[in-house]
């Protein structure tokens, strides 16, 4: 049988899912001889080797069959005990908590578990690439707000019947951390409207100025997600957890039982060494290039000071896809597009999670295309 | 606020998950002093220590970051060795080979993208408990025909607007496999009704009697489903693949991007090694478990011989929730109800990977319940 006569037909709710904006950037990046890489999305750190010595305990132990479809019990402890001390999570407690594969599968439980076809969602923008996929996915309605609001300009939304209110803070793709003042108006209007709360709060210990703040900390409806990925250097391992309403972490923990099955055991023993790992040098470190780039562009570019993840968003004045694709011919420069992550054509993203050297060659780079 | 005022408005697709079945069984069985576990779904040998090495070295070189979306590229091409020699598929390439976080990750990904609201199923049964929790998650109708069927029994179903077939051989729970007529039959059905035929070969290596078929080797729009969890006891760590003509494949992978991202980088090493481990001895330990168990309940049950999977499914006279609280009680044996692999409440599950000892205490305590 011929494959070119076949008719694949595929679900209406994955129509128009594409990749191929990052895909471009790095298909012209595979064709340089000496590229600059400013686009990448994780640490550039190794993972701290106390970390890895567990992983090897946690093989040698036979560690390899299924856990407990909501965490290894040792975990989900010290996860209570992180999310108190750390987040200021008074209410935390393991059957609040369910352990899962990294972040992206966290979103895949709650969009699956919450969200009905029509149903209407409120994004802080510029956002992670991750949540309109996902509404879209589960016929969801999305709105946005620009992550600079007042809280007045959520009155609009007050009548509105939200089902998710979601944000990431620190925000992937601009640094931005919200205030506290702006956190309390979006607990009010999830109070309001009756919407779930979702912190995605993956990159918390990358906060260069002491400004984070879990909305979680005041507000016990607050669905709050947190990751190992990006504060350990383990992307690779999926490993992230929820922190819920006990109901709503009970219905999760049902739906990871006939999708995910568990979150991987090996990993899992990893993330329990992880949190007890110091990572303050390798947060001054990332602060220190934080400083740099901002002094380096800022006279060049129109830039806000980011103020955590480790991104920059910045507005350049074409149009970001002719832009990126100037920067890899001219200076063999990678960079990510901005329209991934917001309606404007007009920005890009860096990351500087990166060597001094490719950062510094990155930024001067940079400075001469504006 | 408090919880208890608090409504939790779930989206439809996930109302009536339900876990409580085997749930029951756990709790109860974890009352007791000295149980007889026939339960298990997985192994009881440890995953071989080449795997564990290869693990530990993966760790060791860094390798934690996330990897290509759809699995490392040497992974890639050993499965396709694999696919080829091993299960006689001759278009096996690296391009049509999605690696995913275990095979329930594997459905994940295929019903999301295959299935639409009132699509038609067909599910060999009993089956594997996810296929109907998938049909219904994403709003299909299952349709189901005996894993005993004669050829022209699907005739029935000739003009149907199938979408999905999908079978487990060798089978969780009887441990049937399917006869080369028998998957030449439903390719020829899924020809017809232009379905999408799934082969969810996971148990694959425990073939005792040499009888096991690929339906690819002979069908070129087959989707198989191979794993590792099972053949290498490593259920835990999440690796599988699927092999799909290669539009399917692109279009999983680009799924994949957006809700598991890649399976665990550690994994995937693992999975390299495991392709080159003989698994002969391990097989050879569960034929002589299997024909213990046969020889030992003939004549007490009516039992077909298991001829693959380490399952035997066991016809009972009286109702399975009933049985097997009273194995509980009476002997301290666990074992799993049928009625969550078929429609039927005449059966229990049993699993024979055990050592010996638990498995001749269980197995004699089973001929005493008769």
């Known amino acids: 049988m011929s494959q070119s006569t076949l008719e694949y037909i595929l679900a209406n709710r994955i129509q128009g899912l594409d990749t191929s904006a990052i895909r471009k950037a790095f298909e012209l990046a595979s064709t340089l001889k000496n590229p600059i890489n400013l686009s990448i999305g994780q640490p550039h750190f190794p993972c701290p080797s106390n970390i890895i010595d567990a992983g090897c305990r946690a093989l040698k132990d036979g560690k390899t069959a299924y856990t407990l479809t909501g965490g290894i019990p040792e975990l989900k402890s010290a996860l209570a005990e992180k999310y108190k001390s750390g987040n200021g999570i008074s209410y935390a407690t393991p059957e609040r908590i369910l352990v899962t594969s990294g972040i992206s599968s966290a979103f895949l439980l709650l969009f ?80 309001k409207t009756g919407a779930y709360l979702i912190s995605d709060e993956i990159y918390e210990l990358f906060d260069y100025d002491k400004k984070f703040i879990s909305v979680g900390s005041f507000y016990d409806k607050a669905i709050t997600l947190s990751g190992f990925s990006k504060t350990y250097s383990m992307t690779g391992l999926r490993l992230s957890s929820i922190l819920a309403p006990e109901p709503i972490t009970k219905v999760l923990t049902t739906l990871q039982q006939y999708t995910l099955v568990c979150a991987p055991s090996v990993t899992q023993w990893m ?68 329209y991934i992550f917001t309606e404007s054509k007009n920005y890009i993203r860096i990351s500087f999670a990166s060597e001094w050297e490719n950062l510094k060659r990155g930024i001067s780079a940079l400075a001469e295309l504006a």
């Open 112 to 191: 699956n578990a919450l969200l009905n076809e029509g149903d209407e969602c409120l994004v802080v923008t510029p956002h992670f690439l991750m949540y309109p996929a996902y509404i879209k996915i589960y016929g969801g309605k999305m709105y946005s707000i620009h992550e600079s609001f007042e809280p007045e300009a959520l009155k609009e939304f007050a009548n509105r019947k939200l089902k998710i209110i979601i944000y990431s803070s620190p925000s992937n793709p601009t640094g931005k951390i919200l205030s506290r003042k702006q956190l309390e108006a979006l607990a009010d209007l999830a109070e």
């Open 271 to 338: 993330g329990l060494e992880a949190l007890k790992t110091d990572m303050s040098s390798y947060i001054s470190d990332y602060k220190e290039k934080r400083d740099f780039v901002f002094e380096s562009l800022r006279d060049r570019y129109e830039i806000n000071k980011s103020e955590g993840a480790f991104y920059f968003f910045i507005k350049i004045k074409e149009k970001d896809d002719d832009f990126i694709v100037r920067a890899v011919k001219e200076k063999e420069l990678i960079l990510v597009p901005g």
